[in-house]
């Protein structure tokens, strides 16, 4: 999304860093046949649905961004309503943290009847660069009480989940680091989810992922959700895109 600018050196050096952005993490989960949509007009929450409900609007757009504010300490989402069953996607978007605090991306979410949480999901992690790396650029498991175990899967790390329920950690070679995460400033995220394979990518550079062998109780299809956490964060979120896999 370039707009027309006077000054076309600032259009010949912003095309390239857009071509970057679509190219960063296509490269694995290639799929010709299909290609990026904008879920976001940019206007308006057109194909977006609050969750749950709350006594007072937590999301707003301007200026071509969706913001974010948390007034009460509950996790607060932005579905994406346009399609509530999305099993495979790559989701592009970009993000900056006003404040500090807790955010992120829920994927193949779903009401949690247990009542632990509103949903269960596969959730992406992001925050304030200092949060720490259980938080800024981890997954994070949200299964709903007495149903799975929720591993940690923190930023730098690969897990694999075996088929009898066990996590087996290892590094991640050349995986963002804390210094490459801009502070106050756009960060642009990709989340690959493909079968049983979850990807989370921050400024074209591989942050954390895992691979889930469970069968039964694995999170197969659900909805999109942008998160607030805490009560006093404020988050941005601009220029999402996605395509299905």
């Not at 057109?46 to 969706?66: H, L, Q």
């Not at 989940?161 to 066990?166: Q, R, Y």
């Not at 995220?189 to 954390?208: R, Y």
Request: with cysteine; proline share 3%.
């Amino acid at each position: 999304m370039i707009c027309f600018m006077k000054n076309n050196l600032i259009v010949s050096i912003q095309l390239p860093l857009l071509i970057l952005f679509f190219c960063s993490c296509s490269l694995l989960n290639a799929d010709e046949g299909k290609e990026f949509i904008s879920i976001f007009d940019g206007k308006t929450l057109k194909g977006w649905r609050k969750a749950p409900k709350t006594s007072y609007e937590p999301w707003s757009v301007n200026d071509g961004v969706i913001r974010g504010e948390g007034k009460e300490n509950r996790l607060v989402y932005l579905v994406y309503s346009e399609d509530e069953n999305l099993k495979n996607f790559e989701l592009k978007f970009r993000y900056k943290m006003v404040t500090k605090g807790n955010t992120g991306v829920e994927v193949r979410t779903r009401i949690d009847k247990t009542g632990k949480r509103p949903f269960e999901g596969y959730h992406a992690d992001l925050g304030h660069v200092g949060i720490g790396p259980g938080v800024l650029g981890a997954w994070d498991f949200h299964f709903g009480s007495g149903t799975r175990k929720e591993f940690p899967c923190q930023r730098g790390t690969r897990l694999v989940i075996d088929s009898e329920g066990n996590g087996k950690h290892s590094p991640i070679k050349d995986a963002i680091n804390i210094t490459e995460i801009k502070k106050r400033d756009w960060n642009d995220c990709c989340i690959v989810a493909k079968g049983n394979f979850f990807q989370l990518w921050i400024n074209d550079k591989l942050s954390s992922e895992f691979t889930d062998h469970i069968s039964e109780g694995r999170l197969e299809s659900g909805f999109i959700g942008l998160q607030l956490h805490d009560k006093g964060m404020v988050v941005k979120f601009k220029d999402l895109f996605l395509k299905k896999l």
